[in-house]
């Protein structure tokens, strides 16, 4: 891979092509087809009350925050999100960040440097990965969800050394949900503090919709809890609750926090709006739930092999990376849209379809993606 620049990416190109790995992207026309593919679990998204208050908002504040959080980009709106999502999740503060990403850099660059132990998750998201070589932490990475061996870890690490368990809460590519009260009690057992990224789960698990950790797990079990806002309440943004001690350390030492433009103010009012939904319309979370059964069941009649997930990610594996991009053209020649994963986003030899659901699906729409998968498995036989 030595040379010039051009032949350097060049070498990285074809690479990637040989190896069916090639990404690309494509303008969304969002009526042109049906989408299985977005994280708009509860349709917030596309709601007009929550358009409204982004435009309200943005009249309001003005379009951007005009400066970082500790200069003077920090606004009432805010303020009053930040405190809004800390009661959702039961927690006494909350610190905004401008995306899940850079959250999880943040967390992870403050609390931890050379010294530290962190353990992950194998299938935790990029973004935590990321974190912890970005703050020169020592990583350890565990089976996915086998406490037992985050337990042997957890033994052999012999050292002094302050330790932070780390795992997703809902998996974002198998849509299993991490055992959260395990993980409670190893790291009770072994001193560390647990991270918890509930990306997923937010607005959907828990009985507020307040995820997999929220109100049923406070603090002192679950010291570090991530939230985004980009998913099941489809805005943008993200945020990070937990004790005073911990905001106010990340307000010292979150580099990521400190070091970018405050969240443009009608994102949060935007944000505020889907709060409300999320509480006052509690039928979306059922009618989700019944989306997601009605799928299963039509997908186990037809003999698909889906991961046993509850959540509204529901994998099809095909495995080879080849199969899953033929299978998704398929399908979106037929108006319907699902993700095509491959490696690195998941291990090699694991490629599949990551078909997701939202409120807001008409049955219909489902029955036509359950009639697509039948054809193709008539014509390609079962995956
Ligand atoms: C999507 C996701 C993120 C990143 O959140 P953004 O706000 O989109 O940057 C972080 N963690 C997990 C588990 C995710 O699924």
Redesign the pocket.
């Given at each position: 891979m030595s040379g010039s620049w051009p032949q350097r990416l060049a070498a990285h190109q074809s690479q990637r092509r040989e190896q069916g790995l090639w990404r690309e992207r494509r303008v969304h026309v969002r009526d042109a087809v049906d989408d299985f593919a977005g994280?708009d679990y509860l349709g917030l998204a596309q709601d007009p009350r929550v358009s409204q208050a982004a435009a309200e908002g943005a009249q309001r504040y003005g379009a951007g925050a005009r400066a970082s959080q500790l200069v003077s980009g920090h606004l009432e709106v805010h303020r009053r999100l930040e405190a809004r999502l800390a009661a959702l999740v039961g927690r006494p503060r909350a610190l905004l960040f401008s995306?899940?990403?850079?959250?999880?850099l943040g967390v992870l660059q403050a609390l931890c440097d050379g010294t530290t132990a962190v353990f992950q998750d194998r299938l935790?998201?990029a973004?935590?990965l990321d974190g912890a070589k970005l703050a020169g932490a020592r990583a350890r990475r565990f089976h996915h969800g086998d406490l037992d061996d985050l337990a042997c870890l957890l033994r052999r690490s012999t050292s002094e050394a302050p330790r932070l368990v780390v795992s997703?809460?809902?998996?974002?590519m198998d849509g299993d949900v991490a055992d959260v009260p395990g993980l409670v009690g190893l790291c009770r057992r072994h001193d560390a503090w647990l991270m918890i990224?509930d990306?997923?789960g937010l607005g959907v698990l828990g009985a507020h919709g307040d995820g997999c950790v929220g109100r049923a797990h406070g603090s002192d079990e679950v010291p570090v809890l991530?939230g985004?806002?980009?998913?099941a309440l489809g805005t943008?943004?993200?945020f990070v609750a937990g004790s005073e001690l911990l905001i106010e350390h990340l307000l010292q030492f979150a580099r990521p926090c400190i070091y970018t433009t405050a969240e443009p103010p009608g994102v949060s009012a935007a944000t505020l709006a889907a709060l409300d939904i999320l509480e006052q319309e509690p039928e979306r979370r059922e009618q989700l739930r019944a989306h997601i059964a009605r799928f299963r069941t039509g997908a186990e009649a037809l003999g698909l092999k889906l991961l046993p997930s509850t959540m509204p990610i529901q994998p099809l594996l095909l495995g080879d990376n080849a199969r899953t991009l033929r299978w998704a053209e398929t399908l979106r020649a037929l108006g319907l849209l699902v993700g095509a994963i491959r490696a690195p986003t998941v291990p090699r030899g694991q490629a599949r379809l990551r078909i997701t659901l939202s409120a807001t699906h008409e049955t219909a729409q489902i029955e036509r993606l359950l009639d697509a998968l039948a054809e193709l498995t008539i014509k390609e036989g079962r995956p």
């Open positions: 994280n995306s899940g990403y850079m959250a999880n935790n998201h973004s935590l997703d809460g809902v998996f974002s990224d990306a997923h991530v985004t806002l980009g998913k943008a943004g993200a």
